[in-house]
């Protein structure tokens, strides 16, 4: 075997290990954003943000059913966004990164922008109403 072709597989084998730590960091993207892929969730994020709340604390800041956002917590959970203890008898959960927070809060504010724009097609000179952006988010 050359030299040259010992080169190119050690650069193949060098260039396949990239491609797969590329791929994982892909799959983990992937999997974030579809765990972050509701509106629920993101208004339970917006609810925990600042302080760690009980179950029935962020079901009643997000207007739903308690087993609904216990479903929702449980995916946020798996996924590692949020983290729960228990303090007496009920689960507290918060926000685990505050990198999560960043990234929810760069597109709340993209699409904010984006709904206060008026509409480029010309028709209409009608703006989306405006949208607060949860002072805790």
């Known amino acids: 075997m050359s ?12 260039h396949a290990a990239e491609d797969e730590a590329t791929d ?5 993207t992937a999997e974030l954003f579809s765990a972050l892929a509701t ?39 798996s996924a590692g966004i949020v983290a729960k203890r228990r303090v007496g008898n009920q689960m507290v959960y918060r926000v685990r ?7 929810c809060r760069a597109a709340y504010t993209k699409i904010e922008t984006e709904l206060d724009a008026p509409k480029p097609s010309g028709r209409s000179t009608q703006w989306a109403g405006p949208i607060k952006l949860p002072s805790q988010f």
């Open 3 to 14: 030299a040259q072709s010992i080169s190119l597989r050690m650069l193949s084998t060098q």
């Open 24 to 28: 994982r960091v892909f799959i983990r």
């Open 39 to 77: 509106p629920l969730r993101l208004r339970i994020l917006s609810a925990i943000c600042n302080q760690g709340k009980s179950v029935n604390a962020i079901v009643e800041a997000v207007d739903s059913t308690q087993p609904n956002v216990s479903q929702h917590l449980k995916m946020l959970y």
């Open 97 to 103: 990164s505050e990198d999560v927070l960043q990234l």
